[in-house]
Structure formats: C-alpha cells, structure tokens
C-alpha cells in the first residue's frame, strides 16, 4: 500500500487478555518505530527497528510489552496480561533510511481499550 | 531526559487573527519537526528544521528553530478553520527517536 497501514484500528479488551498489533510499514522502509499516545498528550517512543534487529526499547513501560520485526517488515507489538492504564493509541511509523532527521510516516494508529 | 514543552496546550482564536505555538526545551536538539494531526489519524509531518536559526515557511505557516535548537514556534497568519488541529512538535535526539511535546490543540471558529 500507499501508506503505513495498522490493524486492528480498534481493539477493545478484558484487563488480563493478551492483545496483538499488527504494523505494515511502507515498501522498503527499513526503520520501524511503534509509540504510544494517551488521551490528550502526544506520542511516547516505545521502541525502535531498524529491518529486523531492534535497536532500542527504552521505551517499553514494562516487560508485559513486546515487540518483534521477525522478517524486517511487518511488526508486532503484544502487550501481555493487559492493565487499563494500557488504554491509548498505539502508533507505528516507518522511515526510508537508518539515519536521523529522515521523515516518519505514521499510520492511523490502534485504539486500544482495556476495560 | 529530553523533553519538549509547548504552549499554549489549546488555543481557540476567531478566523482571521494570527498565532504563535511555541516548543521549548533545557535540550539540545540535532533537528525538530512539526506535525499536525487530526483526530483518528497518525500525525503528518508539516516541516523539519535542522540549522539554528532557521527559518521556513510553507503558505501561512512560518516555522523557526532557536539559535541554541533548543526551541521552535509556528506561527500562523491570518488562521481559517482548515487550520484546526493538533500541533506537535518532535526533536530528534542523538537516536532516531522523537520526543514529542504534549501538544497545542487549535482551533479556529469561522
């Protein structure tokens, strides 16, 4: 596709389930960056890959989140036992090349819910 | 820890009038960007500003970078309800990761 492309855009679910987000970066970008977004605020780095290695998860609030690039395309953020406070936006963006400064392109983002 | 602050957090102007959002920072920065982003939507980059200094315009929106690139402003002439929307500012660090402001939420009545 044309752009950063995220699924579901919606996920509502039960505090303890295990969810997955899928990201599907544009063509050939080889950094892949995932941050979350609570209500009113702006975006928070989780974590960043460059193809297939992931170079920094500072950014992870815990170890019930994880994140995985297997093939150097597609990535997948799991957050594990889910807490409410997991409730927010979860963004992925992906730019052309590994060096700073370069444009990220973002998707649309996951509304995840946690009741 | 590097962090960015932007203010106003919301401004709500009559169409027509100018503003300034401001995106300030104890940090040094090698480049800050500007985005907009509308609800339901990732945020789309508007500009990147890299040299102290620096100033750039696109149509209404003039954007400059501190001498220090420690800080930013937008500022938009003559605002028109298109323009609403949230502002965000993002340096880009040593790493490849933007830190982002908190965000200026615009909005423009007819």
Request: with cysteine.
């Amino acid at each position: 596709g044309a752009g950063v492309s995220q699924s579901p855009r919606y996920k509502v679910a039960k505090r303890g389930q295990d969810v997955a987000l899928r990201c599907d970066p544009i063509s050939g970008h080889v950094s892949l960056f995932w941050y979350q977004q609570a209500l009113g605020q702006g975006p928070e780095f989780l974590t960043y890959f460059q193809n297939e290695a992931q170079l920094d998860k500072s950014g992870l609030p815990s170890d019930r989140f994880f994140a995985e690039r297997p093939e150097g395309s597609v990535s997948t953020l799991k957050i594990q036992r889910t807490q409410q406070e997991d409730s927010a936006v979860y963004l992925c963006a992906s730019s052309f090349g590994a060096r700073g400064n370069q444009p990220q392109h973002f998707g649309d983002g996951t509304r995840l819910s946690i009741l | 820890t590097q962090l960015l602050e932007q203010s106003p957090q919301f401004l709500s102007i009559q169409e027509g009038e100018n503003l300034t959002v401001y995106c300030n920072s104890s940090s040094v920065f090698s480049s800050l960007q500007w985005y907009r982003q509308e609800p339901g939507e990732g945020p789309v980059l508007l500009v990147t500003v890299v040299t102290g200094g620096e100033v750039k315009k696109l149509k209404r929106l003039t954007f400059q970078f501190g001498d220090a690139r420690k800080d930013s402003s937008l500022h938009i002439t003559a605002a028109q309800p298109g323009d609403t929307g949230l502002y965000l500012c993002a340096g880009v660090g040593g790493a490849q990761k933007l830190v982002f402001g908190q965000g200026t939420r615009l909005t423009i009545n007819p």
